[in-house]
């Protein structure tokens, strides 16, 4: 009989893998601006869009571990954020992303972030299904086969009218929220060295 590893992932390797990207993408966020101007309304619209994706975001992270918070691979969790994803905080991980690329204003790197950043989620969701389907069985089955992996199916939301919080996990997600909206003075501090053109860069959509 061939064992098989259904210990919970570690994550570490996804934080790791994580950082690694936003330290190789962040020369090319200093360096480049967008091809449409710093002045153009398209630009405007494409940074405000994004504040307001990545506020959603970290107001949806929060929203899951309300829900989620100590309970992680203890429970199959079926309610709130979890009845429209199986995996909302990577959800709201890439929604936040998604955000940020906009608020570059850039085309390629909204692409290019978003798609780096679901696809590492995407393959830590898996692993970490592989744990929950030998733990829980066909009770994790069933509720794979209705709810969607990582993008939601808002229309098969569900809840309660209570739940209980783990307010140390709650906390820590806070402070993990703070490092995203971190992401916004970071985006006009970008913005202000493209038009004060104190650094060499080059035209990107």
């Known amino acids: 009989m061939i064992a098989t ?6 994550q570490r390797a996804r934080i790791i893998t994580l950082r690694i990207v936003a330290l190789a993408v962040i020369p090319l ?28 975001g970290v107001i949806g992270r929060l929203w899951s571990i309300l829900y989620a918070g100590g309970r992680k691979n203890k ?13 909302p ?7 936040a992303v998604l955000g940020l690329g906009m608020m570059l204003g850039s085309v390629v790197l909204t692409i290019l972030l978003t798609g780096t950043v ?12 592989k744990h929950l389907r030998a733990k829980f069985g066909p009770v994790y089955d069933e509720y794979a086969a209705r709810v969607p992996q990582i993008i939601p199916s808002p229309f098969a939301y569900v809840s ?17 929220a703070m490092s995203f909206l971190m992401l916004i003075p970071f985006a006009e501090f970008v913005e202000i060295l493209r038009e004060v053109q104190s650094i060499p860069h080059f035209v990107i959509w």
């Open 160 to 176: 309660t009218q209570e739940v209980t919080v783990d307010v140390r996990a709650f906390h820590r997600t806070i402070v993990d």
């Open 118 to 129: 679901f696809l590492i989620l995407r393959s830590t969701a898996q692993r970490e299904e």
């Open 75 to 87: 429970t199959i969790v079926q309610i709130g954020p979890y009845s429209i994803s199986r995996h």
């Open 29 to 56: 966020i200093i360096f480049s601006t967008p091809a449409w101007g710093v002045d153009s309304l398209a630009l405007e619209f494409f940074e405000n869009v994004g504040i307001l994706l990545l506020i959603a």
């Open 5 to 10: 590893d259904t210990s919970p992932v570690n």
């Open 89 to 95: 905080l990577y959800m709201f991980s890439t929604l």
